[in-house]
């Protein structure tokens, strides 16, 4: 393993990092040359040889001392002590990944594969921050969110916040609470309109799947598809629903969809789903709730 040397053997400064390749190559030639070191410099790293094995491990010592230690930590064991492999495998570590430079569609793949998971839409405002999503659970089974508007990716640039924000909201499955259902953390009507104008926006249309929590009971899947239009079902505590509860929903959701159809939309019916049924999930929620407790006092009995 490589053991830390002495920076002071060198006589020009400047350590390699990540990205930095094309200003230290120079630098660092200069210096094995001064040192009689460098036989042969071409456009490449890979043309700088080294005479003899004695000259080669030379040259990587000082090409060790300016190189950072979060790289050489990189560079394969084999390679520190030769002059030549070491080089060829700094240039390598050095180069940047450019995730521009892939075609648009393995972009499209790096974003799926990143962003399609659950997210819930929490309101902390209360905090004095503007966190809207939590990204996954941590080992107390608790969101963890982030700060922002958007996912730690969206939050790179632009031109990826322009690129993936449709695929994370078609590909992602977001939990939104109602207030008092004792779950996660409630946010109320206001907030979700809030949160769809303001951070979704345009982006609305691509939303496909929502899980809205009622009571710590039962929740409701709203998903959205171009085939099947939008769907609204029970989860969790399916048994506890009444016929009515049954019949009002399959109502609401008959009414959206024609309302979706004779405005043309596609994901904001989803939105439009919770929001128009505010006063029934509460009423849902209450029957939930007023079975669950005649379930536990016959558990008593």
């Not at 982030?146 to 078609?170: C, D, M, T």
């Amino acid at each position: 393993m490589y053991t830390p040397l002495n920076p002071g053997d060198i006589s020009l400064s400047g350590d390699l990092f990540e990205g930095n390749f094309e200003e230290w190559q120079p630098r660092t030639i200069a210096c094995l040359r001064s040192r009689d070191l460098e036989r042969q410099v071409g456009p490449n790293a890979e043309r700088c040889r080294i005479v003899t094995p004695a000259d080669s491990k030379n040259a990587a010592h000082h090409i060790r001392l300016r190189t950072s230690e979060a790289m050489l930590r990189r560079v394969p064991d084999a390679h520190l002590e030769d002059a030549g492999k070491l080089f060829k495998s700094l240039k390598r570590l050095a180069t940047p990944f450019r995730l521009f430079d892939l075609p648009p569609e393995i972009r499209n793949r790096v974003y799926e594969f990143t962003l399609g998971l659950w997210y819930r839409v929490h309101d902390n405002s209360a905090g004095g921050e503007d966190n809207y999503f939590s990204d996954e659970f941590d080992e107390d089974d608790e969101f963890k969110p982030w700060a922002g508007k958007y996912p730690p990716l969206l939050q790179v640039n632009s031109q990826i916040r322009h690129e993936a924000s449709s695929i994370f909201y078609a590909a992602t499955s977001f939990m939104i609470a109602l207030p008092s259902n004792g779950t996660y953390g409630d946010i109320d009507r206001e907030y979700i309109e809030k949160w769809s104008k303001d951070v979704v926006g345009s982006r609305l249309k691509h939303l496909h799947h929502v899980v809205l929590t009622i009571s710590i009971e039962a929740s409701i899947t709203i998903k959205f598809s171009e085939r099947r239009g939008v769907m609204c079902t029970f989860d969790w505590g399916t048994g506890d629903i009444s016929e009515q509860g049954d019949d009002m929903l399959e109502e609401h959701t008959q009414a959206v969809e024609s309302a979706r159809k004779a405005l043309g939309l596609s994901g904001e019916a989803i939105v439009m789903a919770i929001l128009s049924g505010w006063g029934m999930w509460r009423k849902l929620r209450e029957e939930i709730v007023d079975a669950a407790e005649m379930d536990s006092d016959d558990g008593w009995d």
